[in-house]
C-alpha cells in the first residue's frame, strides 16, 4: 500500500494527528517529507549554556535554507553517550551530519560508519582541520586556534607587548596550548614559560594569577583563553588596583568580559562567533544537497550571495573567515569600537 493511501485512511478513520506522525515514522525512517534533514550532535551538556547561540545559528539556516535540523548532546558531556548519538544518527539515514570532535578516538569509529552510508559531515567546534579531513568531513567550522592566538598577539605586539602571563584554565585540553603559542611568537615570547595551569575555579585563579603577578611584576600583558580564566583575572586585578594598567586580552564572550571592554580593563575578546558554528554548516549541507555543488570554492560563492545569510551577517555584525580548505568562524576582534552591538545580540547572536 502507498504512504499516501495509508494515511487517507488513519484520517478517515479519526486517529489523532499525533498518532498518524507516529506511524508514519514507523514506515518512513527519520523523514516525514522530502524536505532534507540534518543532525547537529555537540559535546556539550544540557548546562552549557554557551552552545544556545549555536543552535540558534542552526535554526535559522534551517529557515533560510527550508531544511531541517535536529539538534543532539549528552545530557552530562559523556563523551561515550556522544558516540551513541552518532550510532543513532547513522541508522536513522540523516541527509547530513555536522558534529564537534570532542574526542576524536572515541568519535572515529561511529563516525565511519556514518560515512559508510554516504552521509555527509561537517565538523565544527572542537579538533582540528587535520582530525576534520581524516574523518572524511567536507570542512571544519570553527576558530583555528594557532590564528586566532597569533593574530591576538599582532594586535599586542603593536602596542609594545613583549612579555605576557597566559592563564590556561583547561590546560589538559592540547589545543589550548596553540591559542597561547600563537599569541607568544607573534610577541617574541616563549609561551611555555609564560603559561599557567590555573584550573577552572574562579577563586583558585584570582589566588593564582594574583601570586604570579607579585613574583614577576614586570609582566605587561595576560592573555586568558576562556570565560572561566577571564573572570578569576578580573578580580585579581582589580584588588590588586592593576585594572586598566596591564594590556589584558582574553578568549570568548561573558557579560563580565563585556563590561571589562567597556571600563578599559579588557583591551579586547577575540570571539569565535559561536553563531557561525551553528549557520554555516547547514547552510553548507543545504546547498550541496539542493544545488548539488561538491567543490568548496562553489559552495563558498553561493553561501557569499546568499540573501538572507548577508542579511543576518550585516545586523549581528559577523564576518565569516573564507579560506580554500573552508570557512572559519573565527577569530572575530571585539573592542570599545564594536561592544555595543556584540552586548545587544550577546547570547543570541554573538
Not at 498518532?19 to 515514522?25: A, M, N, Q, S, Y
Not at 555527509?120 to 582540528?128: D, E, F, L, M, R
Given at each position: 500500500m502507498k504512504i499516501s493511501s495509508f494515511?487517507?485512511?488513519?484520517?478517515?478513520?479519526?486517529?489523532p494527528l499525533a498518532?498518524?506522525?507516529?506511524?508514519?515514522?514507523a514506515m518512513m525512517g527519520c523523514h516525514h517529507t522530502n524536505q532534507p534533514r540534518f543532525v547537529?550532535?555537540?559535546?556539550?551538556?544540557?548546562?552549557?549554556?554557551?552552545?544556545?547561540?549555536?543552535?540558534?545559528?542552526?535554526t535559522d539556516a534551517a529557515k533560510d535554507f527550508h531544511i531541517a535540523v535536529d539538534y543532539r548532546n549528552p545530557p552530562n558531556g559523556d563523551i561515550a553517550d556522544m558516540a551513541r548519538l552518532v550510532e543513532q544518527a547513522a541508522a536513522r539515514n540523516y541527509d547530513g551530519l555536522i558534529i564537534s570532535i570532542a574526542d576524536y578516538s572515541v568519535l572515529k569509529e561511529p563516525l565511519q560508519a556514518v560515512r559508510a552510508k554516504g552521509i555527509?559531515?561537517?565538523?565544527?567546534?572542537?579538533?582540528?582541520p587535520e582530525q576534520s579531513r581524516a574523518l572524511g568531513a567536507i570542512m571544519h567550522?570553527?576558530?583555528?586556534?594557532?590564528?586566532?592566538?597569533?593574530?591576538?598577539?599582532?594586535?599586542?605586539?603593536?602596542?609594545?607587548?613583549?612579555?605576557?602571563?597566559?592563564?590556561?584554565?583547561?590546560?589538559?585540553?592540547?589545543?589550548?596550548?596553540?591559542r597561547s603559542r600563537g599569541f607568544a611568537e607573534a610577541i617574541g615570547a616563549d609561551f611555555r614559560k609564560s603559561t599557567l595551569d590555573s584550573g577552572d575555579d574562579p577563586s583558585t585563579i584570582e589566588t593564582k594569577v594574583s601570586g604570579y603577578l607579585r613574583a614577576h611584576p614586570k609582566t605587561q600583558a595576560i592573555l586568558a583563553l576562556?570565560?572561566?580564566?577571564?573572570?578569576?583575572?578580573?578580580?585579581?586585578?582589580?584588588?590588586?588596583?592593576?585594572?586598566?594598567?596591564?594590556?589584558?586580552?582574553?578568549?570568548?564572550?561573558?557579560p563580565e568580559v563585556i563590561k571589562g571592554i567597556k571600563d578599559?580593563?579588557?583591551?579586547?575578546?577575540?570571539?569565535q562567533q559561536p553563531y557561525l558554528q551553528g549557520y554555516i554548516p547547514v547552510a553548507v549541507l543545504a546547498i550541496m544537497k539542493q544545488d548539488k555543488m561538491t567543490h568548496i570554492s562553489q559552495i563558498q560563492e553561493k553561501l557569499k550571495s546568499h540573501t538572507a545569510f548577508q542579511q543576518r551577517l550585516k545586523k549581528y555584525g559577523l564576518k565569516p573567515i573564507y579560506d580554500k580548505d573552508g570557512?572559519?568562524?573565527?577569530?572575530?576582534?571585539?573592542?570599545?569600537?564594536?561592544?555595543?552591538?556584540?552586548?545587544?545580540?550577546?547570547?543570541?547572536?554573538?
Open positions: 494515511l487517507s485512511i488513519l484520517i478517515r478513520k479519526a486517529i498518532t498518524v506522525f507516529v506511524l508514519c515514522g547537529l550532535i555537540s559535546h556539550a551538556p544540557d548546562s552549557d549554556l554557551w552552545w544556545n547561540t549555536v543552535k540558534n545559528g542552526m555527509p559531515i561537517v565538523t565544527i567546534n572542537s579538533g582540528t567550522v570553527g576558530q583555528p586556534e594557532y590564528g586566532a592566538g597569533k593574530m591576538a598577539g599582532e594586535r599586542a605586539k603593536a602596542a609594545g607587548i613583549t612579555s605576557y602571563l597566559c592563564v590556561n584554565h583547561y590546560a589538559t585540553n592540547p589545543s589550548s596550548f596553540e576562556g570565560p572561566n580564566s577571564a573572570q578569576g583575572t578580573l578580580v585579581a586585578l582589580r584588588k590588586m588596583g592593576l585594572s586598566g594598567k596591564i594590556y589584558f586580552a582574553t578568549f570568548d564572550l561573558t578599559g580593563i579588557v583591551n579586547f575578546a577575540i570571539d570557512i572559519s568562524s573565527g577569530p572575530g576582534f571585539v573592542t570599545k569600537e564594536n561592544v555595543d552591538k556584540v552586548e545587544k545580540f550577546a547570547g543570541e547572536y554573538r
